[in-house]
């Protein structure tokens, strides 16, 4: 799945371009890893937009703030994070 940026990322954050932050930013911002950002640990005030499917999925791996290193958690969890907005379709099929 890939999120639709462009459609319903855009229309929910109300806004008129989404982009991603140049790595250096991302980093520095976040004090993790590129290739092992996390949403855990996030500032509240960040939106985390999260797929509802993910909320049922028993097993996820997801960054834990540096490269070498995975978490693995339950999708229930993201229900519990700050800034974490469930929306239902934001996944969309590969091409």
């Known amino acids: 799945m890939r999120a639709d940026l462009n459609g319903l990322v855009k ?10 932050a140049p790595v250096a930013d991302a980093t520095a911002a976040t004090g993790m890893e590129s290739g092992g ?16 499917r993910i909320l049922e999925t028993p097993t996820l791996f997801i960054g834990s703030g540096i490269r070498p290193s995975k978490l693995v958690v339950n999708g229930a969890l993201f229900a519990y994070l700050p800034g974490v907005r469930v929306i239902e379709g934001l996944g969309k ?3």
């Open 11 to 20: 229309h929910t954050l109300q806004v008129s371009k989404v982009s991603f």
């Open 37 to 52: 950002m996390s949403p855990i640990g996030l500032p509240a005030e960040w939106p985390v937009l999260v797929d509802a």
């Open 93 to 95: 099929p590969r091409a």
